[in-house]
């Protein structure tokens, strides 16, 4: 589904350069659920994010579902984003003066949806993270770990095969922490590719496969 080959990643910054990512090769399988690790600076979110389409390698070749990401147009490309990728972030990103259902239904609002179809997709993803009665509640009356559920729901709204998670635990307490866990374990095992960068190992040890990067690199 995921195929990254001697990916490059090189940030300009005026006389200096920074190379993020040096040569990485990346192959993920449909349903596979895998832990990017590293130490910070190491690139783990600058390969994440040309995984999700949010940035372009300056070298190598990114393919996706045997399609070249490099070769789509800036549509073709949200496109993706929208249907077959969903994000979930450390910080939840999600719209403070929106409910907890206006968050979730937000993507679906690009994707043709009629309301009758959103209001129910809504409603199932609520029930599927424990928190159907808090849908008319804003971020900001929920705990860490409930805007991290809706965020998870958010990120499924149109029922992407694709989930990437950036430190999805790392603002939470470990009993957040594990309940987040047990939702993405959920997800993987009814099919969802799951992808996740993360600096604890704990987290990491619910994937089936961990891979490390140092310096830009794979290193295991």
């Given at each position: ?8 990643k090189t940030f300009h910054m ?172 959920g997800l993987w095992r009814q ?30």
């Amino acid at each position: 589904m995921i195929d990254c080959r001697a990916i490059k990643k090189t940030f300009h910054m005026g006389s200096a350069s920074l190379e993020a990512l040096r040569g990485v090769d990346l192959l993920v399988k449909a349903g596979e659920f895998i832990s990017i690790m590293g130490p910070s600076g190491s690139g783990k979110s600058t390969l994440m994010n040309i995984i999700g389409c949010l940035d372009t390698p300056s070298a190598g070749t990114y393919d996706l579902d045997g399609r070249a990401v490099a070769g789509m147009s800036f549509d073709q490309l949200a496109e993706v984003r929208n249907r077959k990728i969903g994000f979930v972030f450390q910080n939840f990103n999600l719209l403070p003066y929106a409910t907890a259902a206006e968050n979730i239904e937000l993507p679906m609002l690009f994707n043709g949806k009629s309301a009758r179809q959103r209001r129910r997709r809504v409603e199932e993803l609520l029930q599927q993270v424990g928190l159907l009665e808090w849908r008319q509640h804003r971020p900001s009356e929920l705990s860490g770990g409930q805007q991290q559920r809706i965020a998870i729901a958010r990120a499924l709204a149109n029922d992407p095969p694709i989930l990437l998670a950036d430190e999805p635990t790392g603002n939470l307490d470990s009993q957040s922490g594990e309940e987040i866990m047990a939702i993405f374990s959920g997800l993987w095992r009814q099919g969802h590719t799951v992808i996740m960068v993360t600096h604890d190992a704990g987290v990491a040890a619910h994937s089936q496969r961990t891979v490390s990067l140092l310096d830009g690199r794979v290193v295991t």
